[in-house]
């Protein structure tokens, strides 16, 4: 894992798509069967669109029905972190990106073996890598 990121508020919003900027740096949603990548089943690796740290990996992802890319875990445990989220008056755990802080989604414990774990990840927060 290289270090820490911080950039301004402005080289975010210079570097980042307003979508990108919403989701990754506002912790925004997008709206479910709307992202390119949830139904993409091709192989490669899913990078943070903010800073193009390794996230996820293709073998990983899974059909989760929810309408955003879902994955069993991240393709190292360092790479993403995670806090409660009480906002919307729902008892989440959100995921970011270990490197920027850009916020990711949230994790759920709704997922198939062997992890039981349902990361559910906006495609805003990712680009992929073939």
Not at 21 to 40: I, S
Not at 54 to 78: H, I, M, N, Q
């Amino acid at each position: 894992m290289s270090d820490e990121i911080e950039k301004s508020d402005e080289e975010w919003r210079r570097e980042l798509t307003p979508e990108q900027y919403r989701v990754l740096r506002q912790k925004g949603t997008e709206r479910a069967f709307t992202g390119p990548l949830w139904n993409d089943h091709e192989p490669g690796r899913f990078l943070c669109a903010g800073c193009g740290a390794e996230l996820f990996r293709a073998e990983e992802k899974f059909e989760s029905g929810s309408g955003w890319p879902s994955f069993t875990r991240p393709a190292d445990p360092r790479a993403v972190a995670s806090e409660r989220d009480s906002s919307h008056g729902m008892d989440r755990v959100e995921v970011h990106c270990r490197r920027c802080g850009g916020h990711l989604g949230h994790v759920f414990q709704d997922g198939p073996p062997p992890t039981g774990e349902r990361y559910c990840i906006n495609s805003a927060s990712l680009k992929k890598a073939r």
